[in-house]
């Protein structure tokens, strides 16, 4: 088995008291989350904002101290040997913040000049898209064009892993596309990347593994498609059907239901859906074909990350509930000051 590059063991860190208010949990933190990240992969943690998403990519950084677990980055333990980490960890947290007036080539320098053997700026600004905003100051850049600034000092040190948190957050659409093709053309240079979201179709589009996190635990794991695929009813075929044929078709459809990949038969509208396994398609087409009925019109549909976050806490997803106590004074910047450990 290959060696992770990020390791996670039974992470806690619990902010304040635990809430007395039923039903809340156990306060705002984390409260022993376990995940590792091999080589080369985009692996997400994704879950609703006050998850526990960026204080468990903090404690990873060694910007936090840990109240329990076993963290370590490419061998190394960040929590005693934070300055080594960050030899090989590039970090984009959340709202970064450079001084208004500061060009893009000139933040690139400054930050290049941190680092012994840092990468070449030039590199950086075409594989970020940035050569014509070289000169442009940071509060002129718009959102997409400050998020691929901060995708760039995230990696100016070279790293091996690069964590990105909320990378798309305010971004329109377009942008949001294009931050995607970036992160993948990042990956493709060789770097691990970490990416925290709170966006369902953002995981589902660029990690190839993840970690849902729900109130400062992990909910489940895995590809997204396997995720989906545990699911009971992770597929759907809906058929439309000639209203002549329509009571042959649920006649031979119905007996299924309970079959290994055939989970329910419902009626909607002028359609029939048929929910099962991702085989349920194998199903269907037999019993119609023996049934001699045509539909006139198949899809098949399947279901989200979202379904999945739905069946395991039993909850919708809303990406903005933040449980428990929120400290307005914290200010997270870019890099690794400014945090309060
Ligand atoms: N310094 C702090 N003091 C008190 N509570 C904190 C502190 N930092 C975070 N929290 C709380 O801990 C919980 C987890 O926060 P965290 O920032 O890790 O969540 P998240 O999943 O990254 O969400 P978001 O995207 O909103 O930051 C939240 O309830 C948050 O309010």
Same mark, same amino acid.
């Given at each position: ?5 990020v ?30 990240v ?14 526990g ?15 329990g ?6 061998g ?40 012994? +053997?840092? /990468?070449? #700026? !030039? ?10 905003? =070289? &000169?442009?100051? *940071? $509060? ?74 729900d ?37 031979a459809?119905?007996p299924?239901?309970?079959?290994? +990949?055939? /989970?329910? #038969? !419902? ?10 396994? =991702? &085989?349920?398609? *194998? $199903? ?24 999945v976050?739905?069946?395991v ?10 449980p ?18």
């Amino acid at each position: 088995m290959t060696t992770p590059v990020v390791e996670v063991r039974d992470l806690r860190k619990a902010y304040g008291a635990a809430p007395s208010a039923p039903g809340s949990g156990e306060g705002p933190g984390v409260h022993g989350v376990s995940f590792a990240v091999t080589p080369g992969e985009i692996f997400g943690i994704l879950g609703p904002n006050g998850a526990g998403k960026t204080t468990t990519v903090e404690c990873l950084a060694g910007l936090r101290d840990t109240d329990g677990g076993a963290l370590m980055v490419l061998g190394v333990d960040p929590q005693t040997h934070p300055e080594r980490v960050r030899e090989d960890l590039g970090i984009q947290l959340q709202e970064s913040h450079l001084h208004d007036k500061i060009t893009v080539e000139e933040a690139l320098r400054l930050y290049a000049a941190f680092y012994s +053997d840092p /990468a070449d #700026v !030039e590199e950086l600004l075409t594989l970020l898209d940035l050569q014509d905003k =070289r &000169r442009t100051q *940071f $509060a002129k850049l718009s959102g997409g064009q400050k998020q691929r600034l901060s995708i760039a000092l995230a990696l100016v040190g070279r790293p091996k892993v690069a964590i990105l948190d909320e990378l798309t957050t305010g971004l329109d659409p377009a942008a949001r596309r294009a931050t995607w093709d970036l992160v993948e053309r990042v990956r493709a240079t060789g770097v691990t990347i970490l990416l925290v979201t709170h966006f369902m179709d953002e995981a589902e589009r660029l990690c190839d593994r993840l970690v849902i996190i729900d109130r400062g635990r992990v909910v489940a794991t895995g590809t997204p498609g396997e995720l989906i695929d545990r699911l009971d009813d992770a597929r759907a075929v809906r058929l439309r059907v000639a209203p002549d044929a329509r009571r042959r078709a649920l006649a031979a459809l119905t007996p299924l239901v309970g079959t290994p +990949d055939v /989970a329910a #038969v !419902e009626t909607d509208g002028d359609e029939i859906e048929v929910r099962g396994t =991702r &085989r349920v398609l *194998f $199903a269907v087409v037999p019993a119609l074909a023996a049934a001699d009925v045509v539909p006139d019109d198949v899809r098949t549909v399947s279901r989200t990350l979202e379904d999945v976050f739905v069946a395991v806490t039993g909850r919708a997803y809303d990406p903005d509930a933040a449980p428990g106590a929120t400290d307005p004074d914290l200010s997270l910047t870019n890099t690794m000051d400014g945090a309060d450990r």
